[in-house]
């Protein structure tokens, strides 16, 4: 049974308060579930759960890299002390917390019947009880719906280069700006604009931070570096959990970008991916390939041209953003709850 996570004021049987307004919970309960270790973490200390996406499992990665990307870094999270919930559509219901069963239906499901749910698809997703991956704005929806803080992933969205004039734009940016959300990535995805990226991020009250980058280097996914700068740098996970606090405390509804920089040796030569985005790019425009197919369009291209040398660094950035955000996670909850996050669950040897 969904139960709404503290933070939120109960107004009324039935409803409660958030800054969506007043919400029927009756309803809201009848399309999502909550995984009973998310539910009794968000009831017990909401601030040590990490939201992951699962748009990375269902067209980003290819089987079975996907799902054992997927149980290694929600494992990640658990030896960290945090509790991870993946986020995503099975068969119409909106799961916080998918099990392991789930988690391998959307890693072995047809990509073609599978769909990229962002804000606009999830009302539709659900009504049709489809399958679906919630991509970095799905899950900025349904993780500010619930009260989940902090959401690790890959690499966001972005302004396309030749956004200027074609104005694709990831909804990802607009999201990041209504949702009180810290999403921990390398960065935007070095496909994109990313000058232009930060530059909508900027308008929309985005803070953008760089880790662990005395220079305020802000990260460009495969590579540490992209040339521009962070407003800010969280030197670790306590720093970054003020941040996180004050922004509650104050009463902003604005979401943060914290990047972590690729480590160095899973860095792959930039003349390499920058020339295998151009043929991506290239053949995408030839294929009438567009929307929201482009982006697994390129990165599928760019695995191939690059023989599984980016797959390797994407997988590589994702358990160390995970494992960054679940350090977060835990300061915020000691933080606040002064004393610490809620118990995860039994743990393994570490993952490399």
Known sequence: MFRVPSKLSTLAAGSCLSKRG??????????????PEVRDALTKAPQSVVALESTIITHGMPYPQNLETALEVEQIVRQ????????????GRVKV???????????RVDKESTLKTSRRDLAYVVSRKLNGGTTVAGTLVVASMVGIRI?????????????EHSLDISADLIELGRSPVAVVSSGVKSILDIPRTLEYLETQGVCVASYQCPDMEFPAFY???????????????????????????????SGFLIGVPLPEEHAIDRKLIEDATEQALSDAGQNAVGGKEMTPFVLAAISLHTKGRSLESNI???????????EIAVELARLENGGG?????????PVS
């Open 151 to 163: 959401f690790a992933t890959g690499g966001v969205g972005g302004v396309h280069r030749g956004g």
């Open 80 to 91: 960290k002390g945090a509790i991870p919930a993946t986020i995503g559509v099975v068969n």
């Open 341 to 349: 996050a809620a118990k995860s669950g039994s743990q393994r040897a």
């Open 223 to 253: 590579f540490p570096t992209s040339g521009c700068k962070a407003n800010c740098n969280l030197n670790n996970p306590v720093e970054a959990a003020e941040l996180l606090s004050a922004n509650n405390s104050l009463g902003l509804q």
């Open 97 to 107: 917390g998918v099990t392991s069963d789930e988690l391998k239906v959307l890693a």
């Open 22 to 35: 007043l919400v029927d919970l009756a309803k809201l309960s009848s399309l999502v579930d909550i995984k």
């Open 316 to 326: 590589a950035l994702v358990k160390n953003n995970a494992s960054v955000a679940a």
